[in-house]
């Protein structure tokens, strides 16, 4: 789990630093790198294409403040925790576009920063909404809904998504539990298809809204209709054809 601080404040950067230190001791992986300046940290992910799991970040800062920067970065990441910090609640209403987790007055205390901290946690274990992987690029976080299929050729996986492709090594067993629960099926044993994107069954065709059109077997794409059609089959905007 990758956390991030942002503050234009050495000495917030070392009390931060301090209590990740002392809550790594409960959550050992757990990771932090320190910017001190939205320029920076912007700059950082804009160029390496790095996601972070958890942002820390001060309001008050010269040239691109703590909102805009929370902003910013959930345009690129949906799933991203944020934790502002502040010292006047005059900022508070400001802060909720960017959906931030919570907000952290200064002085900061342990107890409130370990609470607030196992609860991201917990919520990123959870979060269904986002596939986390590691590429030759880094830690990227992809959401589900711009997922159009995973495919693999043995030794790696490749996400494909309406813009691009990105490979990383693993098998289907370690993850399919947990794509199966994100509405994902199984098209054969090369494709994990997103069941959002298909459009038409035909067999032995699966056609997604992509144009494009993936081969499987008969019991693959019964077991598909069974898993799309739980409601009214007529008012689905899938096309079925026997």
């Known amino acids: 789990m990758r956390v991030a601080i942002c503050d234009d404040q050495d000495e917030w950067v070392e009390q931060i630093e301090k209590y ?106 959870n979060n269904s909404d986002v596939f986390s992987f590691k590429d030759k690029n880094g830690y990227m976080r992809i959401p589900y809904s711009n997922i159009i299929y995973f495919r693999t050729n043995g030794k790696k996986i490749i996400l494909h998504t309406f813009d691009t492709d990105y490979e990383f090594y693993g098998t289907f067993k370690n993850h399919e539990k947990i794509w199966k629960s994100a509405g994902f099926v199984k098209a054969n044993r090369f494709y994990y298809l997103n069941s959002e994107f298909i459009f038409r069954l035909k067999p032995p065709n699966i056609y997604l809204q992509n144009g494009e059109k993936i081969k499987s077997t008969q019991s693959s794409i019964n077991t598909i209709k069974m898993i799309i059609f739980k409601s009214d089959c007529d008012n689905a905007a899938i096309q079925m054809e026997d």
């Open 20 to 125: 990740l230190t002392r809550f790594k001791q409960s959550f050992q992986n757990i990771k932090w790198e320190s910017f001190y300046s939205a320029e920076e940290f912007l700059n950082y992910i804009g160029n390496r294409n790095n996601f972070f799991d958890i942002l820390i970040t001060d309001i008050e800062m010269e040239k691109i403040n703590g909102i805009e920067l929370a902003k910013r970065v959930r345009e690129k990441d949906s799933g991203i925790v944020i934790f502002f910090l502040t010292s006047h609640d005059e900022y508070i209403r400001q802060c909720f576009a960017p959906r931030p987790l919570g907000f952290w007055d200064k002085p900061l205390e342990y107890v409130q920063f370990e609470k607030d901290m196992t609860q991201a946690v917990n919520f990123l274990k």
